[in-house]
Each structure stands twice: as structure tokens, then as C-alpha cells.
């Protein structure tokens, strides 16, 4: 047996999992960084992630045979550079190099929502599937795409940019800055917007936080007002799902994959009550025979994902055959 190092590297905290080739998380530590900026600073937040992930696994460094890690931004895999990390204000970071030196191994790098998706398919809810996309809503949308059992890395690196297919060009602002892209529709970000425009407008709601403008309202709050029948609330997640569905009967007909699995905060709140509209919506919108078999589901690994997928790219990169 066999054990690796992963850690995923957020922009606010750093998770670190010693992770055997059966898929088992031996140990995991999370460490909370402000590294806005500062690259040596979260280096240093990896190094305790890092330590600490061990002592939990009651493993030595010895007993590590390589390490990986997921980035928040688009990567580079040949050079192990990551262009950009927005979320930690850095770009063109030697990630492989770096990380490398600071814990005495060879390091892979991998894309946060590659490594997710990766994570689902070698021991979640896309578990031995060839053909499988990943959406990810949250506070923005991360997709990710796996075709013929290999990840989709294109010409640039820059692929799975789901959040930002235009589904209308006249269509509300997009954190990006454009118009109309799917994360502008289908995040907690454009749910929120949605919300606070109407009640500008008039319309009743009890959501938690829509009084206070400097407060975000979360997705637990959308869930606990749906629960309530709040009619603004269900409004707001029955448009989210639409807008999934319609995605979703974009990928279909473009990617024919086996699965397409749905995690992030939107889906971790309210997966119960959205994925079956989400169906409906890709079913009604998908040409005839595209939908049969395509099954639209949850994730499973939750806050693990990443890491199980960090060291399946790990192992993958050391020669190890994963079952
Ligand atoms: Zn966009």
C-alpha cells in the first residue's frame, strides 16, 4: 500500500490529506491562511496543513512517496505553474517548484474543480465512469470535463469553464465582467442579486439577510425559506435549476457523458429540491435518445473531493493503476 500527500489550496484556508492508493483518507488537517498576496505566506500554511495532516495519519515523511496539489485557477501542467489564483490576488506562481523545495517531494498541480471532479469519479458519485462532467455552484460556477478517462486540458489548460458558456448575451453582469454567462444565472452570487432586485421592487420576502444589504444571503438561508414556503425564495431556485438544466442539455449534446455530477454550497443546501427540476429541464431540452442513460446526480465526497481527486492525479502521475 501505498500513501501520497494532497493538499488543496484555498483562498482562505489550505485542507492537506494523506491519502492511501485505496482511495482512503488516512488523515486530514485544515489550516487557515491570509495570504492575499503573499505566496510565502501560504506556503507556509501549506508546510502546517501539511504536518499536521501527517501526525493525524500517524504517518512519517518517509512513508510519503509524492504529494499534489489543487489551485484555485487555471494551471499550466506541464511547468506546474498556476497563471492565476484571484482568489489569493497571485498570478504566475511556480506552484510545482515551490511546493517541491517546501516539502522535499515531487508535486503535481492540478485545477481545484479538475481535482474535484477527478475526486467524484475514482471514489464518489461518478465512482469508474469514462465520460463525466463536473458543475460546481457556488459562490460562482466551476465545471470541469473528463472524456475517454482523461481529463479535457485543451491547447491552453484554460478548459471546463462551464460558468462562463453565454446562454444570454444580453443577460445579467457575470463576475467576469460579461454579460449573461451561466455562473451569472446559477451561483448563490446571482441567486442573492436576483432576490435583492425584486425585493427593491416590492416584493415580500422572510430570507434571511435581505434587510441588510452588507450581509450575504446564504444558501442555508434560500433552503430554510423554501422550507417556509417563501414564494421568493422558490422562485429563485426554481430559476437556478432551470438554468442548470438548460447547461446540462448543452453538455449533454455536446459531450454525451455518462454522468454529470452537481456539488458546490447551492447544491450541498438544496440538491434535494433541485435536482430533479434540473432533470425535467435537461430531459425536456435534449434531442431525442441524447438524454437515455445520462444520469444527473450528487456529489458525494463533499469537502473531500479535492483532495481524493489531488491524489488520484498523484498516483496517476507516479504510474500507480487505479481501480
Ligand atoms: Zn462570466
Known sequence: MADVLAVDLGGTKVMAAVVSDAGEVRGSARQRHGAHGDWSEALDAIKAAAEKALKKAEASWDQIESAGIGVPGPVDHGNGVAFQLPNLGLSDV???????????????????????????????????????????????LGGAVYVDGELVRGKTGITGEIGHLVMNPKGPRCGCGRRGCLEA???????????????????GTNLEGIEDADSRIRSRAFLRAAEAEDRLALKAIKRVSKYLGYASANLIHMLSPEVIVFGGGIIEAMGDIMMERIRKVAKKRCLPGCYDGVDLVEAKCGDDASVLGVAAATFRAMGHELN
Open 94 to 140: 511556480q506552484v510545482s517548484k515551490d511546493v517541491s523545495e517546501l516539502l522535499g517531494t515531487k508535486v503535481i498541480v492540478e485545477n481545484d474543480v479538475d481535482a474535484g471532479l477527478m475526486g467524484e469519479i475514482w471514489q464518489g458519485a461518478a465512482k469508474g465512469r469514462r465520460h463525466a462532467v463536473g458543475l460546481f455552484p457556488g459562490t460562482g
Open 185 to 203: 444565472y446559477a451561483s448563490r452570487t446571482a441567486m442573492e442579486k436576483w432576490v435583492r432586485k425584486r425585493h427593491r421592487k416590492g416584493y
